[in-house]
């Protein structure tokens, strides 16, 4: 009978310690993806990987993780160990800076103004422009992104060659610096804008 016993406690703290309830909070009127990381002690990249379909335009009374396990409650992947790299760390720092055409940073920047600071930053040097930019470091496929890689877009009208880039930083996700009214923004490349628009990535670290 004290085996029974035994058997049936091992069983439920197996089961207890297999299953993390997410802990999740309700988006409040001016909440941002950084201000509800800071209200809950953790970094905006963790907030990310617990909301895989999360985007920086949260809506008010929005439910999202903020602890224990993502909705799969898989392990992470290599894209997201990385993903807390010191290169995703600046691209974060910079979200909601302002955009201004041919500025490099650090108080606003225009697309590969962003990535020629972020890279700057890493102690490397790239070129100036986004045309540039795709011209030089070494060519990634779509499915072998990881975080630090720069990926390149036609512009607005869908047309041309390169005409904008940003910085992948894991989970599906890019920080760059956008348009005038939106300043340095976290995206989704699932998206159907950049899904259109993508062109091809570039690994300089």
Not at 135 to 159: E, I, K, M, T, Y
Not at 163 to 183: D, E, F, L, Q, R
Request: hydrophobic content about 35%.
């Amino acid at each position: 009978m004290v085996g029974f016993m035994l058997k049936r406690i091992l069983v439920a703290a197996l089961l207890c310690s297999s299953v993390a309830l997410a802990k999740t909070y309700t988006v409040q009127s001016g909440d941002t993806l950084y201000r509800v990381a800071q209200k809950h002690g953790i970094s905006t990249t963790r907030l990310l990987v617990l909301n895989p379909g999360i985007n920086e335009s949260l809506k008010i009374g929005q439910q999202i993780n903020v602890g224990g396990n993502t909705v799969s409650a898989t392990k992470p992947s290599a894209t997201v160990s990385r993903s807390s790299s010191s290169v995703v760390r600046v691209a974060f720092s910079k979200v909601g800076a302002s955009y201004r055409w041919g500025s490099t940073g650090p108080y606003s920047f225009d697309c590969s103004g962003f990535t020629s600071y972020v890279m700057k930053q890493m102690g490397v040097s790239i070129p100036r422009s986004s045309r540039a930019q795709f011209n030089g470091g070494r060519a990634v496929s779509r499915n072998g992104l990881l975080p630090g890689d720069l990926v390149f877009f036609q512009g607005p009208s869908g047309h041309g060659g390169v005409g904008h880039v940003a910085v992948y930083i894991g989970n599906n996700k890019i920080v760059h610096a956008s348009t005038p009214s939106t300043g340095v923004i976290i995206s989704s490349l699932s998206e159907r804008y950049y899904v259109s628009r993508y062109i091809g990535a570039r690994r300089y670290l």
